[in-house]
């Protein structure tokens, strides 16, 4: 089984060119999926890799968050500043510049910023039981003001069957067809294009039958292409058509309507205590 990206497993170096020109064998795959542009590479890395970022995750911190809510059970996160130094090594190749030409040449989209406060990214691990619900993500990184443009996935589990749950899922705009799903089987990569309407989540509940988490690596992209005039937003929540989802797309609407109309000393003393109480 031939690793795909050129990177040393051992130094963790890329080279700029090779990197330029792995993206752009994947350029017409990428651009040219719908619903919103998206692309799913297997052996991505070279398997020492995974191997290694696998036994750094035997000896992980406490989470740094934890989320067990009707959109997000069981799942923690962990910065990626405190990994093992492997780990966190890997973390810091995925935001160096030869990496971030991978991305361009790749996905089309020029001037990508990685964001080196890791937000919500590190690794994710997620029990059995554990979900996360259909959403949008955030759209803008609140201490840069950069817009959120690219989200990369790659997972870390022993080989993975689609019935043990956990896959991640592509919905389309409408929210009323699943246009793909990817089990998070070892080594599988899987990148996409951000906005207020690109549909994503794993909500089939975690469910191995030797108990083993799902695990990744996850890591999100920006460009300086914010406009204050745009509306700002956290991840929106939807449920899928006949499904049983809890769904907070309500609780995010009421939010962004007083943002609108409140002023912003008011609108901070009223919205801190109704999300304190779920509303």
């Known amino acids: 089984m031939t690793a795909k990206f050129p990177i040393d497993p051992n130094q963790l170096a890329l080279e700029t060119s090779s990197a330029k020109t792995f993206g752009a064998e994947y350029a017409e795959t990428y651009q040219g ?5 998206h692309i799913c590479i297997d052996d991505f890395l070279p398997m020492e890799i995974i ?7 035997d000896s992980l911190p406490d989470a740094e968050r934890s ?9 923690s996160q962990y910065n990626p500043d405190r990994l093992p130094q492997f780990s966190r090594n890997l973390f810091y190749a995925f935001n160096s510049r030869p990496f971030i030409l991978f991305l361009e040449e790749m996905t089309g989209i020029k001037g990508l910023i990685p964001d080196p406060y890791f937000i919500g990214a590190g690794i994710h691990k997620t029990q059995n039981g554990g979900y996360l619900n259909i959403h949008a993500d955030f759209n803008v990184h609140k201490q840069m003001r950069l817009e959120r443009r690219l989200n990369m996935l790659i997972y870390l589990n022993p080989p993975w069957k689609e019935e043990w749950g956990g896959s991640f899922e592509v919905w389309d705009k409408k929210m009323k067809t699943k246009v793909a799903s990817f089990p998070p089987t070892e080594n599988r990569m899987v990148c996409f294009s951000t906005g207020s309407d690109t ?15 799902r695990q990744s690596i996850a890591l999100y992209y920006y460009t300086a292409t914010w ?27 009421r939010h962004r309507i007083l943002k ?10 009223v919205v801190g205590p109704m999300r304190r109480l779920g509303f």
């Open 260 to 269: 609108e109309v409140l002023p912003p000393v008011l609108h901070r003393k």
């Open 33 to 37: 999926a719908a619903p919103y542009h």
């Open 199 to 213: 549909w994503h989540g794993n909500p089939e509940p975690v469910n191995h039958p030797d108990g083993l988490p």
């Open 67 to 75: 989320f067990d809510a009707a959109d997000e059970k069981l799942k």
């Open 51 to 57: 191997t290694q970022v696998r036994a750094d995750l």
């Open 227 to 253: 406009d204050e005039t745009r509306i700002e937003h956290s991840t929106l929540f939807k449920p899928r058509p006949g499904s049983e989802d809890t769904s907070s797309a309500g609780r995010a609407k």
